[in-house]
């Protein structure tokens, strides 16, 4: 059945849905009311998953499930075309490898490696596999928030080396798109990994080929995520100007089509870097429409990836955000210190890597505030965990926060 018309997903989820509530029919089919609510109104694309609980739910004799692949099929003709929001952003990324970047960057020793491995044929059901594959990306994820991005490097690139050989040995395009948004995930991680280890060419470019791998498995919300990501390298960088442009260009893909979690996020990030350039008026809209989408964030179909999102993130956000726009608008220090105080309050103990990045900006908004003693006490801490961890981005920042606050100069 062609999704046009009155035969869109939308209409079809509505008609069917009659009189019912919408509570009863999130109860019936085992997912949220507002999932439902977004699929009702186009804010969020169809999954055959939850196509088929909404189905079985509502009796439509596999109706929704037909329209939810149609819905699907299109997005996929879509993101072939060479004129759509990724492949553009790719090629402006692409045109920032080749201004900012090491010409010697991951992605061609990433296809040697490939290459070097050799091409087999796996002999276990790819359902198996596939569910193996996450369990290992899932296993190394917590081993980095434990003990650092060192303790898993190897390990991880290893893996995403698997990951890319099995893609290019899939026997039919189902099979390769899905590998492909594995290999978004893995490749992802690895220059997460990259970053956070000192190595922003690599990261750049394991970001871009991740994206690339999302565009393959027609994945929004990754690539718009991944987008998002190489805004951060960027503006860890200094290029201010260039990561809020790149950051307008994931927002504008996530559009309202992407998952609520990562457009939270995505808002989140791009507070900071409208922050970094003085913007509060646009900082803080970025930070409440962050705010507002994380209400919606967990309705049981929050992708694996961004699957760290909570308070005390947006809160670590809403700290960077404030902190820098601090300096010309001291009230916005208070705002700051109180979103930090409530996230590291919060925040996971599983996430140890992490908490010394909240650490450091928490040490540089009570500097700020003539806070000299809590500062002092928090960069300490901030320093260890970098340390222990083998995080250079965090030792990095946090040894910089410590020598400003040692001078009386934060």
């Excluded at 090491?102 to 490696?113: E, I, V």
């Excluded at 990261?203 to 987008?227: E, F, P, V």
């Amino acid at each position: 059945m062609p999704e046009t018309g009155e035969h869109t997903f939308a209409t079809q989820l509505r008609q069917l849905r009659g009189e019912m509530t919408l509570r009863e029919l999130a109860r019936r089919a085992n997912c949220s009311k507002s999932t439902i609510w977004d699929l009702e109104h186009e804010r969020r694309a169809p999954t055959p998953q939850i196509a088929q609980g909404l189905d079985n739910a509502l009796g439509a004799d596999g109706k929704l499930v037909l329209l939810a692949h149609a819905h699907q099929q299109r997005l996929s003709e879509e993101t072939t075309t060479p004129h759509d929001g990724v492949a553009v952003l790719l090629r402006e990324w692409d045109d920032v490898l080749r201004r900012d970047f090491c010409k010697n960057s991951a992605g061609a020793l990433s296809a040697t490696m490939v290459a070097n491995l050799g091409i087999g044929t796996a002999s276990a059901n790819s359902r198996e596999l596939m569910d193996a594959h996450r369990a290992l990306r899932a296993a190394h994820g917590r081993l980095d928030n434990l003990r650092g991005a060192s303790s898993v490097y190897a390990q991880a690139v290893t893996h995403h080396q698997q990951v890319l050989t099995w893609h290019a040995t899939a026997r039919n395009l189902d099979e390769r798109k899905a590998i492909a948004g594995l290999a978004s995930d893995t490749g992802g991680f690895v220059g997460f990994l990259s970053w956070d280890l000192g190595m922003p060419a690599a990261a750049a470019t394991h970001y871009r080929d991740a994206a690339s791998y999302a565009h393959q498995s027609g994945d929004l919300s990754s690539a718009a995520n991944l987008i998002g990501q190489m805004s951060r390298v960027l503006f860890g960088l200094g290029h201010h100007r260039r990561a809020l442009n790149l950051s307008d260009g994931a927002l504008e893909l996530a559009a309202t089509k992407a998952h609520p979690a990562v457009r939270s996020w995505l808002h989140a990030v791009r507070a900071h870097h409208h922050a970094g350039l003085g913007h509060v008026r646009a900082s803080q809209a970025d930070l409440s429409t962050a705010w507002n989408l994380l209400s919606r964030a967990d309705d049981g179909e929050k992708p694996p990836y961004i699957g760290y999102l909570d308070e005390a993130e947006i809160g670590k956000w809403t700290g960077h955000a404030m902190s820098q726009l601090g300096r010309a608008t001291p009230s916005c220090l208070d705002t700051g210190r109180s979103a930090l105080d409530e996230a590291r309050a919060t925040w996971p103990s599983s996430s140890v890597r992490g908490s010394a990045e909240i650490l450091t900006v928490s040490a540089r908004i009570y500097a700020a505030g003539g806070h000299r003693d809590e500062a002092e006490a928090l960069a300490s801490r901030a320093v260890a965990i970098a340390t222990a961890t083998g995080s250079a981005r965090n030792l990095r920042a946090a040894l910089a926060a410590q020598a400003k606050i040692t001078v009386g100069n934060p």
